[in-house]
């Protein structure tokens, strides 16, 4: 959950290619495809005038009617998202139950901190507030008080907040370590078949086998309140309607590409076989996708920290946002060491902590804990009753965050107060373009673009123009006829350089001209206009399914629609521009200043 509205970055392997499918992706041609049918889950990929082509998934999506999760030992209307609030005594119980729970077993709570639900989950829908509290609307809160002084009570930039033992943490390491339970069998089973298991695999089997478990399991606190207390917002448990709704958009085919993989995986392990039922894995993938933070999100390193996934986003800004390495918000470290902020251990298995690092007092309960995650007050004070937030971004350059399709899909949001809507753009450059290999081998050389040249991509903003990059490349992908000298291996080291600037007008009208048709291709695929959506903002009946939905679609179409705008007042400006060859004249005296030559064959003097 984000501050307001009840609306983080890389997948869990990086040897997952599914993951990255299915964005906007084009390959330049003079020819248009046409769209392909596909799966329930699937839509048409925005399709640009140069023929769209997919990046494929690795495997594919199997058809559903529905792909929304269940929750075993519930009632059948608590299956779904419609279920969207929970008693208030409930909740109560369930954040006292995991309160105590982790102090039991080593961890720490500042004592002006408790586990809470924010005011605005007295949703304006629910007629019986005093009862019912609106799920995902729970963090970490400063404690209210009664006091008429407030400031003893205040909390402190960088006052420890909670740590957390590595005692209660969920990871691969304890599946494994189940050898006589059921998740331990299933894995040493894959073992035994040769399979390679990636780290979210086993920890979501671990998920699934201690839910099943019930109040036999030692994380039974915190199973329980996720189960009973939590939501998945993601588009991946959507029901098909509300699905249909993103029809033609990049959200769907992220959301898509995600499905698509986590049911693949599924199948490949065949884990019906051992009785871990399909929507419950997913479920679990779910979980993981939206709660698991840096240092603990990635590869082999991902991990659940129970307590401290509670705190939830807001973006924060410092002097370092735009430049300068960044670290994330959670800080880990081993037992006996302290979390200061000029000591604590940011990398998960960093190695031994510096010698700076100094111990903690000798009354520490580590109670059987290695290593400690912890996060400290990042607010310069917060105030008694004021939730306190993390930035999920934390570790990663403003500039280079994920666009808010992105964000969706993972944690179920859109920023409300610092949105970054966009578009995704993949260019591929034709198999059939005679120069493909050199203007491939221009597009490396240069280190301009992210993917290069065998995967060109372009990250289009709502609000910012686009990438002057973009519009170089597309002059690259252009060249032909009498332009194409500028590939020549004599220019290689430069072409970059030289194509920076207009080569002739019929290839900067091209150049204009793929990207104009492209991005009105693009926006005719979705069902509704940007001014259509805007409307539906206004209905006070929309759906957060609905309201999300719009929010990021408008990033996209805004952000195509401001790319279509650029690249038409280029167009509309060829016959002004200077070109390649009237460049080069000049260099060499034989233009003057208004463009005329200097060239006199009757002047033997120069």
């Known amino acids: 959950r984000v501050e307001s509205n009840n609306n983080s970055i890389a997948p869990f392997t990086k040897m997952s290619p599914s993951l990255l499918c299915s964005r906007g992706s084009l390959n330049a041609s003079s020819s248009s495809s046409s769209s392909s049918s596909s799966s329930s889950f699937s839509s048409r990929t925005a399709k640009m005038k140069m023929n769209v082509t997919r990046k494929s998934s690795h495997r594919q999506a199997k058809k559903m009617t529905t792909i929304r999760f269940s929750i075993p030992s519930a009632s059948a209307d608590a299956n779904t998202n419609a279920n969207k609030y929970i008693e208030k005594s409930k909740l109560m119980d369930k954040l006292s139950n995991l309160d105590r729970w982790l102090r039991e077993n080593g961890s720490e709570m500042n004592e002006k901190c408790e586990f809470g639900f924010?005011?605005?989950?007295?949703?304006?829908?629910?007629?019986?507030?005093?009862?019912?509290?609106?799920?995902?609307?729970?963090?970490?809160?400063?404690?209210?008080?009664?006091?008429?002084?407030?400031?003893?009570?205040?909390i402190k930039k960088d006052d420890l907040i909670l740590k957390v033992g590595d005692s209660v943490w969920m990871t691969a390491d304890k599946a494994r370590e189940d050898t006589a339970g059921k998740c331990g069998k299933i894995l040493k089973r894959l073992e035994a078949e040769g399979v390679e298991v990636p780290e979210w695999v086993e920890l979501s089997v671990f998920l699934v086998c201690e839910v099943e478990k019930g109040e036999g399991s030692f994380?039974?606190?915190?199973?329980?309140?996720l189960r009973e207390a939590t939501l998945l917002e993601s588009p991946l448990f959507w029901s098909t309607e509300d699905v249909n709704q993103i029809a033609g958009s990049q959200l769907l085919d992220e959301a898509s590409g995600y499905d698509s993989y986590v049911r693949g995986t599924y199948e490949s392990f065949n884990l019906s076989r051992d009785g871990i039922p399909e929507d419950m894995f997913m479920w679990a993938f779910g979980v993981l996708r939206s709660r698991a933070q840096q240092p603990m999100r990635d590869g082999s390193e991902v991990r659940l920290v129970p307590g401290l996934d509670m705190l939830n986003h807001k973006t924060r800004y410092s002097e370092s946002d735009f430049g300068g390495k960044k670290k994330p918000d959670w800080q880990v470290y081993e037992a006996g060491m302290t979390d200061s902020p000029m000591t604590a251990i940011t990398n998960l298995f960093g190695g031994s902590s510096s010698s700076n690092n100094t111990s903690t007092s000798s009354n520490e309960n580590n109670k059987n804990n290695g290593k400690f995650a912890s996060f400290r007050a990042q607010k310069d004070t917060v105030q008694p009753g004021e939730e306190i937030f993390m930035d999920y971004y934390a570790s990663i350059n403003f500039e280079e965050r994920p666009l808010d399709g992105k964000t969706c899909v993972d944690y179920g949001f859109v920023d409300?107060?610092?949105?970054?809507?966009g578009y995704e753009l993949r260019i591929g450059i034709p198999e059939n373009d005679v120069n493909r290999?050199?203007?491939?081998?221009?597009?490396?050389?240069?280190?301009?673009i992210i993917g290069g040249g065998d995967d060109p991509t372009f990250f289009l903003k709502a609000y910012e123009d686009p990438d002057p990059n973009l519009r170089i490349f597309s002059r690259l992908l252009n060249i032909q006829g009498s332009d194409a000298f500028l590939l020549e291996a004599l220019f290689r080291n430069n072409a970059w350089e030289l194509i920076s600037e207009p080569i002739s007008e019929e290839n900067e009208t091209n150049a204009c001209e793929t990207m104009i048709s492209g991005c009105k291709d693009a926006l005719s695929q979705y069902e509704t206009s940007i001014e259509q959506d805007e409307d539906m903002l206004s209905n006070p009946d929309i759906s957060d399914e609905k309201l999300l939905s719009i929010r990021v679609l408008l990033g996209e179409k805004k952000a195509l629609r401001n790319t279509l705008r650029y690249f038409e007042t280029i167009r509309a400006s060829v016959d002004r521009l200077e070109y390649y060859q009237e460049r080069r004249l000049r260099q060499l005296n034989l233009l003057d200043e208004d463009g005329s030559s200097t060239y006199d064959p009757f002047d033997f003097t120069t």
Do not use: H, W
Not at 119 to 145: H, M, P, W, Y
Not at 416 to 421: Q, V
Not at 437 to 448: A, E, G, N, T, V
């Open 118 to 154: 924010s005011s605005a989950s007295d949703d304006e829908d629910n007629k019986n507030v005093e009862v019912l509290v609106r799920k995902n609307t729970c963090g970490i809160f400063s404690r209210r008080t009664s006091t008429a002084d407030t400031n003893d009570m205040a």
């Open 219 to 225: 994380f039974e606190p915190y199973l329980s309140y």
């Open 416 to 421: 409300p107060l610092e949105r970054n809507g």
């Open 437 to 448: 290999d050199d203007k491939i081998d221009i597009c490396d050389l240069s280190q301009q």
